[in-house]
């Protein structure tokens, strides 16, 4: 299945990118919200809290498979 943010990608490890992203996804809502744009205020509100739940909530984090480094480190 595709998904519209993978967590798993080594971009979002820091939990400071994550809170950005999340941040500026609520601030561009209340952009919309000032502006009287309830439509597309609406669609950011979904979007927000999406990107919440999915990099702040339910994050876990991948860990290194050590087998794999391991092996890496056996033949050179």
């Known amino acids: 299945m595709i998904k519209f943010i993978d967590p798993d ?3 979002y490890r820091p939990l400071w990118i994550r809170v950005l992203i999340v941040a500026l ?3 561009w809502t209340a952009v919309e919200f000032y502006g009287g744009q309830t ?3 609406t669609i950011f509100l979904v979007v927000t809290a999406y990107a919440g739940a999915a990099l702040l909530i339910f994050y876990k984090p ?3 498979d050590e ?3 391991e092996a890496g480190d ?3």
């Open 25 to 27: 996804c609520a601030a």
């Open 9 to 11: 990608h080594p971009f």
């Open 74 to 76: 056996q033949s050179k």
């Open 67 to 69: 087998k794999r480094t």
């Open 62 to 64: 991948k860990q290194p």
């Open 39 to 41: 439509m597309w205020a």
